[in-house]
């Protein structure tokens, strides 16, 4: 299929297309620590979100802490929880402009990387009605998880040299892991890139739009699509600079107005959100999931490139109710 004209056209299916991999943990009964560390039961797991609803598209899961620990970084595991980045790989202060130098780029195989290829791969043979499209991070939003957020923020002001440095190395392997997907027969990718938008509109065009349409140019044709995701508060000043990323699609959180978000980006820019996954997903109702879904589709009604989505990635302990009363809402307008 030709994956580009598949995201055009998605607007006018009607259907969702929510960032919902992770509380299939609930439907398989497997733990997180499980589908984040076993190929075969995290393609289970997105094989029976696709059976249970009749979403636009597939997603594996969006586990942002898998780039970071193939660069060496440690990262935290529970049973409950998706993994998380402890402390910092990396400083400019202690280990200065050699240390980004001398920073390895990792290959597909290190850490768990072949681990999420291979799952990918498997969701998307048990998956044939829809395409499949796997989670990668950002190459700001994985240099700030190499060196911290706080400091990935102020190097942007007071280490560009340095900063810029760990952006090639991220960008690099990131082409590489995302043409990894690619050759498995995945149909895209969505990037999430929610750091660059806690920057200003300046340094969003300085540290991420150039790195990230890198990434995209590396990868995206008509048989692979890119999905921009950005939750950050500030992206509503960046609409001008995200437009020329060349995404297929643009996909933003519920920080932000999504309507404003409509109305800033290209009329022909499919744009997706930004159901609360924290406000709704877990701590909703059915009612309240459904009067959510009814007033943003009632707002959005004069822009026929929406997509109904979660604002974000949705997490492991959502509530099935609310989740299933997303998708009601959606079909039943």
């Not at 969701?123 to 991070?137: E, L």
């Not at 900063?163 to 590489?176: A, G, I, M, Q, S």
């Not at 065009?205 to 890198?214: L, Q």
């Not at 007033?295 to 099935?320: E, M, Q």
Request: net charge negative.
């Amino acid at each position: 299929m030709n994956v580009l004209e598949w995201v055009k056209a998605l607007p006018g299916s009607k259907k969702a297309l929510p960032l919902l991999s992770f509380p299939s943990v609930s439907l398989t009964k497997e733990s997180v620590y499980t589908v984040t560390h076993d190929a075969v039961k995290q393609a289970q797991g997105v094989k029976a979100i696709a059976d249970a609803l009749p979403l636009a598209a597939a997603v594996t899961m969006m586990d942002l802490s898998v780039e970071a620990e193939a660069f060496g970084a440690e990262i935290a595991t529970s049973d409950d929880e998706v993994p998380t980045v402890l402390g910092e790989l990396l400083s400019a202060e202690v280990d200065g402009i050699e240390g980004a130098m001398a920073l390895r780029v990792p290959v597909v195989g290190d850490g768990r990387t072949a681990l999420y290829v291979e799952a990918a791969r498997l969701a998307k043979s048990m998956v044939t009605d829809r395409p499949t499209f796997a989670g990668i991070i950002g190459p700001y939003s994985l240099a700030g998880r190499l060196m911290g957020v706080t400091e990935a923020l102020m190097n942007c002001l007071c280490e560009e040299e340095f900063t810029h440095e760990v952006l090639r190395k991220t960008t690099d392997f990131l082409k590489v892991y995302a043409k990894a997907y690619k050759e498995v027969g995945l149909d895209g990718i969505v990037m999430a890139e929610p750091l660059a938008g806690l920057l200003s509109p300046d340094l969003e065009e300085t540290f991420s739009a150039p790195y990230v349409k890198e990434i995209i140019d590396a990868v995206q044709d008509d048989t692979f699509a890119v999905i921009y995701h950005n939750c950050g508060p500030n992206i509503a000043d960046m609409t001008e600079s995200l437009a020329k990323n060349g995404a297929a699609a643009y996909h933003f959180g519920d920080a932000v107005d999504l309507v404003t978000m409509l109305e800033r980006m290209p009329k022909d820019a499919v744009v997706m959100g930004n159901i609360s996954p924290s406000e709704q997903f877990v701590s909703g109702t059915p009612e309240s999931m459904k009067a959510s879904v009814e007033t943003l589709l009632s707002r959005a009604a004069d822009y026929d490139n929406f997509v109904l989505s979660s604002g974000c990635d949705i997490p492991p302990h959502a509530k099935w109710e609310n989740i299933r009363a997303f998708v009601e809402a959606r079909n039943n307008i």
